[in-house]
């Protein structure tokens, strides 16, 4: 971890970190006898933006629930190859799943606020991990509303409902409620396509944001918001990996016929 | 509709069968509305002496009886009350902890359906069966179980009263035991609803901030449901503080009012059972008029868990 983390990847003002924070190793999945993901292998570095694209049923999202392992709620699943996070692997049986959620947090596609308050529903995380201390929490909230961009409008109400929130302040406020947990990783699935343009935008700005202190994973199907707030794109069709390489590059000159395909709207 | 128009003609022809139909189900509803007004009008004029000779007198005396014409429902309505409260007591960790269960997966599906048509079909089970299997097994078990407990609770505070001597079979235990047993299915059945109403999302969401089974369940889930949970007990009150038969059969019909369990006690449905048949003159009129409270009193339960069943469901279509 030393040896890399000092190293520079690139120019841009992001803060370097190791570019194999994240790794898959030849991963395969299946859910009973059907494969949704053929020996992927890919490395996903530290506070970047990786978006994950492809069209409807490519196995991007599929990916994305193994970080967390959230896949195992489903029964007759399995896999084969390894995903190292920090090169300590996710599946080995000294980790436990609980930790693992914790240090890597997801926001979905609908966002998903808890019936509490807006307070109670940042500090969630916590109070499951055996927090209760006030001080604490409180500035938890504050600083995870802050960093879900939600502060201003929320700081006046933290004590109503989630509920009586916007469809944009709710998908912010569970990202506060993510970000509360100080996870290494933040899976996005989807995190904007239930949102109005408005609220789209400013959830965009805030990834730009956010990616100062967590890697960012998202899966799109909006190939715009995949230009503009991700480092790097990974293509995904029928459970493979196509191509996988800078942003930049996979939209301007894509090497693979197929990704060339689908970023001009040929399918999918 | 113009009769030039030959479409419109053709139309008007066959409307015979809809404007048919359309009455008859018109009748049928309003037939069912006049049903209750005229049970309602009946019980309140059957009521009407016993109305004006006793009048709020009648809710807090407790006195009946029947050869001096003295009547007083105050110790009924209590026993309706402490009957149903204890049965709910009994029932709602029991069908709440069912109805977990059966909005989980601890169980394979085939094994969950079964135990829901189990509990289901409680409720199909004729109430005055209830009642014998009261007499021939509760009884007896409660006759053990009273002498045990008033000699174990002899000199303990507040159980010794709860559990004094003579512990007999008959008692508000004995009929809140099986009450509780009677409205399980309906407390399972709504409270199992509410559960599985959860959006999936939500159980998600507290899983990927890392909260265990138990955590979710209890810290997201089941608030989520609260209100339909809420709704539930309302109503299997509403059941309890109605249920006649095996009640009448098992609480010993008294109209002593006594702190003990293991005394017998009485609710109201349980004296229009056992005295209509031998009542006359001002009698008859008080029985009306306990029947009077007991509606007005059931029907508000009803209401008010239909109202909050009304509000739980709105509540969770605004989550999705």
């Not at chain 1, 803060?15 to 924070?21: H, I």
Request: net charge neutral; charged share 15%; aromatic share 8%.
């Amino acid at each position: 971890m030393t040896e890399t983390s000092a190293r520079s990847v690139d120019a841009k003002h992001v803060s370097p970190g190791r570019p194999d924070f994240l790794t898959v190793r030849n991963f395969d999945f299946f859910y009973g006898k059907k494969q949704a993901l053929f020996d992927i292998t890919m490395d996903i570095p530290e506070k970047r933006v990786t978006a994950l694209i492809g069209p409807s049923g490519c196995g991007k999202s599929t990916l994305l629930r193994n970080f967390n392992r959230m896949n195992e709620l489903i029964d007759g699943i399995r896999h084969s190859g390894d995903i190292r996070l920090l090169g300590q692997s996710i599946f080995d049986k000294t980790v436990e799943v609980i930790a693992l959620r914790r240090s890597v947090g997801m926001v979905f596609q609908k966002s998903n606020p808890f019936p509490k308050s807006i307070y109670e529903n940042v500090v969630y995380g916590l109070r499951i991990g055996g927090e209760s201390k006030k001080s604490v929490l409180d500035e938890a909230v504050e600083r995870s509303l802050r960093g879900a961009a939600l502060w201003d409008e929320a700081k006046d109400r933290l004590h109503e409902s989630a509920l009586g929130l916007s469809g944009g302040q709710m998908q912010r406020l569970c990202i506060a409620r993510a970000i509360a947990n100080r996870p290494k990783v933040l899976l996005m699935d989807e995190p904007c396509s239930a949102l109005d343009p408005i609220a789209t935008v400013k959830v965009e700005e805030l990834i730009h944001e956010l990616k100062q202190e967590f890697t960012i994973i998202i899966v799109t199907h909006n190939m715009q918001q995949a230009t503009r707030c991700s480092d790097k794109t990974a293509f995904f069709y029928l459970g493979k990996l196509i191509e996988f390489a800078e942003t930049q590059k996979i939209f301007s000159n894509p090497v693979q016929k197929q990704t060339e395909d689908y970023i001009t709207g040929r399918f999918g | 509709m113009s009769e030039q128009d030959p479409k419109s003609r053709a139309i008007a022809e066959i409307r015979l069968g809809p404007d048919l139909f359309h009455l008859l189900c018109w009748v049928a509803s309003a037939a069912a509305v006049a049903t209750l007004g005229l049970i309602i009008y009946e019980i309140v004029s059957g009521a009407w002496p016993a109305m004006q000779k006793f009048g709020l007198g009648f809710l807090t005396s407790s006195s009946w009886v029947p050869n001096r014409e003295n009547f007083g429902i105050f110790p009924f309505i209590i026993g309706t009350a402490a009957s149903s409260f204890i049965a709910i007591l009994f029932a709602l960790p029991l069908g709440l902890a069912i109805a977990i269960f059966l909005s989980e997966n601890f169980l394979p599906l085939p094994v969950r359906q079964v135990v829901r048509f189990v509990v289901e079909m409680l409720a199909a089970i004729p109430s005055v069966v209830y009642g014998l299997w009261g007499i021939f097994v509760v009884i007896p078990l409660m006759k053990i179980f009273g002498a045990w407990a008033v000699s174990t609770f002899h000199g303990v505070p507040v159980l010794e009263t709860l559990f004094a001597p003579p512990a007999y079979g008959n008692s508000m235990l004995t009929a809140s035991i099986v009450l509780a047993l009677m409205i399980l299915p309906t407390l399972t059945a709504i409270s199992r609803n509410s559960l599985t109403a959860v959006p999936g999302t939500l159980r998600e969401g507290a899983y990927a901030l890392g909260a265990t089974r138990w955590e979710a369940i209890l810290g997201v889930i089941l608030p989520t449901a609260a209100p339909g949970v809420v709704a539930a007990t309302i109503l299997a009150l509403g059941r309890a503080m109605g249920e006649t038969m095996a009640v009448a059969m098992l609480i010993g019909n008294s109209s002593r009012l006594s702190w003990s369990l293991l005394s017998p006690g009485g609710t109201l449905a349980g004296l229009l059972a056992n005295q209509f048949g031998e009542a006359e003159g001002m009698q008859v009129n008080s029985l009306m008029f306990a029947a009077l409270i007991l509606v007005v009193i059931t029907l508000f339960v009803n209401l008010l868990g239909e109202a909050v069943l009304r509000y739980t469901q709105n509540q969770t279509a605004g989550i999705r």
